[in-house]
């Protein structure tokens, strides 16, 4: 063959292939509007007909006519494309089987069914287009095929089949809805092939016409091959002839199964296959976006569409950059939409797809089938690179994708194993296409056929960015079309139309500028900026705070209302004169003792009126006083005052003989060492640290002052109760905000805090209005209020903080009285309160989950990303905290103080603004939503976790009172989930709650144990304390079937998959088992059981316990076996260390010596009861609360232990009665 020849041959094959009338050999494939995908079909094309074997790589690094014929003159002959023969019948290939398992997994045929629709205008030949559909499917085998299952094998049967074809008399005004009613059809493939038409007639002369057909027969090629010969059928019948057949038997389905068949028993197969999976392994299973709601357990098909389009100059600048970096559009649209996900938070490691052209060699080109293979493109956005950076990474990783196109994605998932679920795509959810505008066209002789719009189809991917271009008669780019299909369950239209906008905005700046680092592209718009960091980030208006102290506060109120109520605990009341005369006198002693500002006081006092002078007096002299819970060990007590070096420790109150001399009257700055000025400091209070080194915050008195102000603006003085530990920041705003406003501070004893009952009662004797406590501690008080009857006061304002809150029924029907109003109160002991939002009167009215709210007055709350950009919202970020209330940093801390304590690029320079390492998002109106901890993630299987949604879904549940859920480690080093539960009456029922859970979310966020507590364990300051929840554990094997029915499942699992010793609590898919073979499963099943599982369930409960448990819900499950329970055959030694160990976990103390006194550490009975269930599971002993009081020592209790009595089997009915009681399956 000549260069003439090869280069008119080329030439014509660009034209055919990219839709163009005319190619010279100087034209460019991409500049002619070529793509990655299109140069797939051509590489085919070119074998088919020149006879040369070329890669897609050579089409797209030789893009010219004349490069390209170089090319093929060099290259390999290409082999014959393999056939089945004319005898052969039709048989799916692997996409086609896939396609048709899912049409049986999801129970929802009408999600596979794939319109077209045309407005018909013109004389319409009516028989003619009934003949010319006979013909359409005598034309395409796919078109008259049956498909069934034998054993769970999809089987395919020829059959002589002419399409329904229906006609029906309808009003224009109701068309819409009449076709929006047939696209929902359902295909029955067993009994009817997939191909059906309808024709609206609207008149004489107009009319519509939908064809539907299913997407195990048709992928979108296909569309445009039936759009082709369903018209040149038409106007060959108008004509009075029939359609010519093709030259030669068209390739179908069966060849294209053949030809699979021998890729697979090729020797490099199996090669290329694990190398393309091990490319995939380790990539998100499920990306991070910004739904709107949360992925349900079985997921939805029912889809939306936003139209937007790319400008012309932005499609110019596309089309430039691809051609700068011998690249494609396609490529470039790939790197915008990776890098608007990785900003919208998803990561660096971006999964996208595609769909590739599947069918290889040229003889089925013009057959319909679904022959589309989806390709993966894992996205590489580590190192901050540039635009451009990142093109030159995404080149090579399509490049090689394309390569490896006859890869059958079935066969890549399962060589993958990513965790399986209907509710989402496996291996990618985001699908990214181009496409040209030039789609094929019905042409019907003498009548005008326009494309109609058909009812959003369902869609399978969570978005889908569909770019179809747009070119100029002359053929310049004329601006770009982009459809995004979205899962409507998952995302709202406005949300969806924001990502879109997005979009745009990265590929103008990105193709403006490739060489920005993709970190710095901004994604907000100019109004939407505006609006989050103007508006959100500071919604309540700031105010002027005066140039004044606390102590100028609490004295000018002891002036307004001397004789009122200022403090009380139990009968010893103080007026505010006597408050301020009492603090006056111990000022000037302390003064005298060497108090000043910038100094610091211990106040290492019991819970008194004592305490509380001590705390003003601190205050008056200018220092800042330091809590000191005189329970701590005494290794932290000493770390505390060695670190903090206080002046003076006040320890006990001091005497009427050290200070009765001494005046009463108002301290002066000419009493004090120096002039008390309002940034000094009022407080230093300890907090947590990560290295275990707790950290020292010092809050200035000026970031008290503003948030008295605020409180002045949100709150009306009244009874407050004391019940923070002085030792938590809440205790502050509790002291000073009582004492300065004309309320009265309400001290309960210590017993009252620790015993949720008797504070009940506490509340309602000493009329408390108002108080401030911890989501546990006050959802144990409405449980109590409700058990026990108590008539709690009229409580007009409950704050909770220092958790993240949960609303659970029980405390919805609480706050169902109007005049009682909850509060949440959020802010890091290092700004003491930021953000707050107060919940409706009605507790019936509140949000299914709670807000943080909004920054107070005089703070600044920004969500930002790790480029401390501010994110849209939807979107997690991290809250940075602004403004009036933020500490000075940390004692003694100069490098932690740096890390957390930042720059503020939002507000005037020097401003300072507090990372907390709380991850939040914004509302779609400018609320917060607390999400977590950025350091504390959960991922299991791969996806990112909110705990907080479980516990919510949890909560739900009428049985459930509390509920808690941690990852745990399991001894594979994987993580799993388990969830505690305080149930709201009898025992927990696993298998209730498992089911109550997947029924609302994925399988991945189902618990794998419930664990049933009576009471949720507290920390000193009345949080959870997640560290002393009993830990879970299980045999490695995993657990044997308990009933008839799981040893029948683990049976047939094991069978199917060639896999021996399957446990009840294995995973199908974790055990090797693919799509394909759950379909053989269900088959066997069916015959082992007698009932056959529904499909969609495999994948919803993949375990033979969790299928057991659906089909045969009233089976007895019987007493778990001696092997699932916890091993007691090695039992510990009751050593004195154990039990030190013991005391130092529940109580958070730091190292236990064998004579230390639990209660003199901080033990109460809450705790000592905790104490003893552990006690029990490690050493299988009853020991009573009687023999701890009388022995109270790690030594002591090592003696008791010597004579206890054997622990009995507990029962598992009633109420939990201990703490650490299990429940696995």
Not at 287 to 302: E, F, I, M, N
Not at 687 to 705: E, H, Y
Request: aromatic share 6%; hydrophobic share 45%; glycine share 8%.
């Amino acid at each position: 063959m000549s260069h003439g020849v090869r280069t008119t041959i080329l030439c014509e094959l660009v034209a055919r292939t990219l839709g163009l009338s005319r190619v010279t050999e100087e034209d460019d494939f991409l500049a002619l509007g070529g793509d990655s995908l299109t140069a797939v079909r051509l590489a085919n094309l070119i074998r088919a007909e020149v006879g040369a074997d070329i890669t897609v790589r050579e089409v797209i690094d030789h893009r010219t006519i004349g490069a390209l014929r170089a090319v093929v003159e060099r290259a390999p002959a290409a082999a014959a494309p393999a056939t089945a023969g004319d005898g052969a019948g039709p048989r799916p290939a692997l996409a086609q089987r896939s396609l048709l398992l899912l049409a049986l997994l999801d129970g929802n045929a009408a999600a596979h069914t794939v319109p077209l629709a045309w407005h018909l205008s013109g004389p319409l030949d009516r028989a003619a287009l009934r003949a010319a559909a006979d013909d359409l499917a005598g034309r395409h085998e796919v078109l008259r095929t049956l498909h069934s299952a034998v054993e769970g094998v999809p089987v395919a049967r020829g059959v002589d089949f002419r399409p329904a074809f229906q006609v029906e008399q309808i009003d224009e005004r109701e068309a819409e809805e009449r076709l929006d009613t047939l696209t929902g059809y359902r295909f029955d493939l067993a009994v009817e092939a997939p191909l059906r038409l309808w024709l609206l007639a609207l008149g004489p002369a107009e009319h519509l016409l939908l064809l539907l057909t299913h997407r195990a027969a048709a992928d979108e090629a296909t569309l445009d091959v039936l759009t082709r010969d369903l018209g040149a059928a038409y106007t060959a019948r108008v004509a009075g002839r029939r359609l010519p057949g093709p030259a030669a038997r068209p390739a179908g389905q069966a060849d294209l199964a053949l030809r699979q068949d021998a890729f697979l028993q090729a020797g490099p197969a199996a090669d290329r296959l694990r190398a393309r999976a091990a490319l995939l392994t380790g990539m998100p299973d499920e990306l991070t976006l910004p739904y709107d709601r949360p992925r349900s357990a079985a997921g939805s098909t029912r889809g939306a569409e936003t139209l937007l389009r790319v400008d012309a100059v932005t499609h110019r600048a596309v089309r430039e950059l691809a051609g700068s970096v011998r690249g494609t559009v396609f490529m470039v649209v790939q790197a915008a939409v990776a890098v608007l996900l990785h900003r919208l938070g998803a990561g660096e490691d971006i999964p996208l797809g595609t769909l590739a052209e599947g069918r290889g060699a040229a003889d089925l080109h013009e057959t319909a089938g679904p022959f589309s293979n989806p390709l993966v493109l894992r996205t590489d956005l580590s190192g901050a690179p540039s635009f451009s950076a990142l093109l030159a990474r995404i080149r090579p990783t399509l490049l090689d994708a394309i390569a490896d196109l006859d890869i059958p994605f079935e066969l890549l998932v399962d060589a993958v194993n990513p965790p399986r679920s209907p509710a989402r795509h496996p291996l990618f959810q985001v699908l990214v296409t181009v496409g040209s505008a030039d789609r094929a066209r019905l042409r019907m002789s003498g009548v005008q056929a326009r494309p109609h719009r058909t009812p959003p189809a369902p869609v399978r991917y969570d978005l889908a960015f569909a770019f179809t271009e747009r070119f100029a008669p002359g053929g310049a780019p004329d601006g770009i079309d982009l459809m995004i299909r979205h899962r409507a369950d998952l995302f709202d239209g406005a949300t969806v139309a924001g990502i879109g906008d997005r979009l745009l905005r990265v590929l103008a700046a990105t193709t403006a500028d490739p060489d920005r680092p993709v970190g710095a592209v901004e994604v907000l718009a100019p109004a939407e900026r505006h609006r989050i960091l103007a508006e959100w980030s500071s919604a309540h208006p700031a105010f002027e705070v005066p140039a004044t102290t606390l102590p100028a506060l609490l004295e000018a109120q002891a002036a307004r209302s001397p004789d009122r109520s200022a403090v009380q605990m139990g009968d010893t009341v103080l007026t505010y004169a006597q408050l301020n005369s009492r603090a006056n006198r111990l000022a000037r002693y302390l003064v005298a003792e060497g108090v000043g500002p910038e100094s610091v006081v211990a106040l290492m006092m019991e819970r008194s009126v004592d305490v509380i002078v001590a705390l003003w007096a601190t205050l008056k002299a200018g220092g800042a006083y330091l809590p000191i819970d005189p329970a701590y060990p005494g290794d932290r007590i000493a770390f505390m005052r060695t670190d903090a070096a206080p002046v003076l420790t006040l320890t006990e109150p001091v005497g009427d003989d050290r200070l009765g001399h001494l005046p009463a009257t108002d301290l002066t700055d000419a009493d004090r060492l120096a002039p008390l000025r309002p940034g000094h400091p009022v407080y230093v209070i300890y907090t947590s640290g990560s290295t275990g080194r707790p950290k020292a915050v010092i809050m200035p008195g000026s970031a008290m002052v503003s948030l008295l102000g605020w409180y002045g603006t949100h709150l009306t003085p009244g009874r407050m109760a004391q019940y923070s530990s002085l030792s938590f920041d809440t205790s502050a705003f509790e002291v000073l905000w009582a004492t300065t406003s004309g309320g009265a501070l309400v001290v309960p004893p210590e017993e009252a805090r620790r015993d949720v009952d008797l504070f009940a009662c506490w509340l309602r004797d000493h009329d408390v209005h108002d108080m401030n406590l911890p989501n546990l501690v006050l959802d144990a008080l409405c449980e109590s209020a409700e058990r026990t009857g108590t008539r709690l006061p009229e409580l007009r304002m409950i704050a909770q903080g220092g958790e993240a809150l949960t609303l659970s029924p029980r405390l919805k029907a609480f706050f169902e009285n109007p005049r009682r109003r909850l509060d949440n109160y959020y802010g890091p002991t290092e700004t003491h309160l930021a953000v707050a939002h107060s919940f409706p009167a009605r507790g019936a009215d509140w949000p299914a989950r709670a807000l943080l709210g909004r920054p107070i007055g005089n703070m600044r709350g920004y969500v930002l990303d790790g480029w401390l950009r501010p994110v849209p919202a939807g979107v997690v970020g991290e809250l940075y905290l602004a403004g009036a209330q933020l500490s000075r940093g940390y004692l003694n801390r100069p490098a932690a103080t740096a890390e957390r304590f930042v720059a503020s690029p939002f507000d005037r320079p020097g401003s300072r603004m507090y990372r907390t390492g709380d991850l939040v998002r914004w509302t779609g109106d400018g609320y917060l939503v607390f999400l977590g901890r950025a350091d504390q993630q959960v991922k299991i299987r791969g996806y990112r976790i909110e705990l907080g949604e479980i516990e919510s879904v949890l909560r739900r549940h009428p049985a459930v009172a509390q509920a808690v859920v941690l990852a745990a480690p399991s001894r594979a080093g994987t993580k799993r989930l388990v969830a505690y539960v305080v149930p709201a009456a009898g025992p927990v029922d696993a298998t209730a709650l498992r089911a109550h859970v997947a029924g609302a979310l994925p399988d991945h966020m189902v618990p794998w144990a419930f664990v049933g507590l009576e009471r949720m364990p507290l920390t000193p300051n009345q949080k959870l304390d997640r560290a002393a929840l009993p830990e879970q554990s299980r045999e490695a094997a995993g657990r044997p079937p308990r009933t008839g029915a799981e040893r029948t499942l683990c049976r047939v699992f094991g069978e199917v998959l060639g896999v021996p010793g399957v446990a009840a609590d294995d995973s199908f898919f974790a055990l090797g088992g693919s799509s394909l073979r759950a379909a053989e499963l269900a088959a066997r099943l069916a015959t082992a059981l007698g009932t056959e599982p529904p499909l969609r369930l495999l994948f919803e409960q993949p375990t033979p316990a969790g299928l057991a448990a659906h089909l045969f819900p009233a089976e007895p499950s019987g007493p778990a076996p001696e092997a699932d329970r916890r091993s007691r055959s090695h039992r510990p030694e009751m050593r004195t260390e154990t039990l030190s160990k013991f005391f130092s976990d529940l109580l958070e103390c730091g190292n236990v010596s064998e004579r230390d006194n639990f209660f003199a550490l901080g033990g109460d009975s809450l705790t000592a009861t905790r104490l003893l269930n552990r006690i029990r599971d490690e050493f299988e002993v009853e020991v009573s609360l009687k023999s701890l009081f009388e022995n109270p020592t790690p030594a002591g209790m090592s003696a008791v232990l010597d004579q206890a009595r054997p622990a009995r089997a507990r029962a598992a009915v009633g109420r939990p009665k201990a703490i650490t009681r299990r429940t696995h399956s």
